[in-house]
């Protein structure tokens, strides 16, 4: 007796979707249209059309077979004629374009009705500074792409007005296919490649396009950097990716990448930056200047007998973001003298001898 689970590689307590979703697979990797196993693609659709039906599932977890249709004692000796009477006297009809909504180019290419057509989605990379990711830029790029062809319009003909009725589909917009096979009727319908859909093609193709209502060129795209972006993120930018005829064009990802600062880095909505301190300053305390993100100029506090890696906090002068503002992080650097004078030394001893 077969096993219909083994068959479609799944667990026996597998869900609905799970069943669905391994025929989809299997389905595309073995149908004869496809140049797959036409014994095993039968074998699939048998197993399938058991275990993606409740009552024969049921019945087939219980006694290890189905009794619609069928008086065998079980699968090893399987009436295809009575299979297909389960599915509608003689002819069943699989729902293609819902089993297969996810693979556009199998059977065809078909567009399961309802669904907007959309073109390809493109992504880039692009590289900004520590600075521009910090306050936000815009940048402008090139890109070569389909897009709509501006001589029709996007529409493929010449005269924007003149249409007639596409021959392909004789203006229903989908074309039916039916094949008979010994597991029954297949019917499958899809998008008619030649009208796109619409029913109907121009009476003149456009001559820029051929009648495609889309060519290849380079296009100039503007993006728009939003203030706090890090390192990694990605910016979509909706209908800024390939046209197609008759739908709706892709989007475009940016893949951002953030050019490391030699002065300041970023913890969250923090700016962190070092400051090198004398030693004299860091034990009696003193006033330093720092430079922010900005090119302003602050006066920062550096307190009595402040120690090495201590960090100082500037409010408000980090990132702002979402509605959030940092703060700049002054980690002290404690700064070593490379020699020292007689005088200096001399002190440094006395020092030493009060036990500092």
């Known amino acids: 007796m077969k096993d219909y689970y083994e068959i479609l590689g799944v ?9 669905k979703k391994a025929f989809r697979k299997l389905a595309q990797k073995y149908h004869p249209d496809k140049g797959g196993d036409e014994a095993k693609f039968k074998e699939i659709s048998e197993a399938y059309a058991v275990l993606g039906d409740k009552k024969k599932r049921a019945e087939y977890d219980t006694y290890g077979q189905t009794f619609a249709g069928s008086s065998s004692g079980g699968f090893s000796g399987f009436d295809f004629s009575n299979f297909a009477q389960g599915f509608g006297g003689g002819a069943f009809e699989f729902d293609l ?4 909504g996810g693979f556009e180019d199998f059977f065809g290419g078909t567009q399961r009705a309802g669904r907007v057509k959309r073109g390809r989605d493109i992504s880039v990379d692009l590289e900004i500074s520590f600075k521009e990711s910090v306050f936000g830029t815009t940048k402008t790029i090139v890109l070569q792409k389909q897009k709509k062809c501006e001589a029709c319009g996007g529409v493929g003909a010449e005269d924007k007005d003149k249409f007639k009725t596409c021959p392909a589909c004789n203006g229903k917009g989908k074309i039916h296919e039916t094949k008979r096979t010994i597991l029954g009727t297949f019917t499958t319908v899809a998008t008619c490649k030649q009208c796109s859909g619409t029913g109907k093609v121009p009476e003149k193709p456009c001559k820029t396009c051929g009648g495609e209502g889309v060519v290849v060129g380079r296009e100039e795209v503007e993006i728009k950097i939003p203030a706090g972006i890090e390192d990694g993120e990605v910016v ?3 209908g800024l990716g ?18 490391p600062d030699p002065v300041f880095s970023r913890e969250g909505l923090n700016l962190k930056m070092t400051l090198p301190v004398k030693i004299t300053d860091a034990l009696l305390g003193a006033q330093y200047k720092v430079v922010d993100l900005e090119g302003n100029v602050i006066k920062l506090k550096i307190p009595q007998f402040t120690k090495d890696g201590d960090i100082l906090r500037l409010k408000g002068k980090g990132i702002k973001a979402g509605g959030r503002t ?5 980690e002290v650097q404690m700064e070593m003298p490379k020699k020292l004078s007689r005088k200096a030394k001399k002190l440094l001893e ?3 001898e009060e036990g500092v």
Not at 11 to 19: G, Q, T, V, W
């Open 11 to 19: 667990s026996r307590d597998a869900s609905e979707a799970d069943i």
């Open 97 to 100: 374009e819902d089993l297969f």
């Open 236 to 238: 979509r930018l909706a």
């Open 242 to 259: 390939e046209a197609t005829k008759g739908g709706e064009p892709g989007d475009l990802y940016v893949k951002v990448h953030v050019s």
């Open 326 to 330: 940092g703060d700049l992080l002054v």
């Open 350 to 352: 006395e020092l030493k």
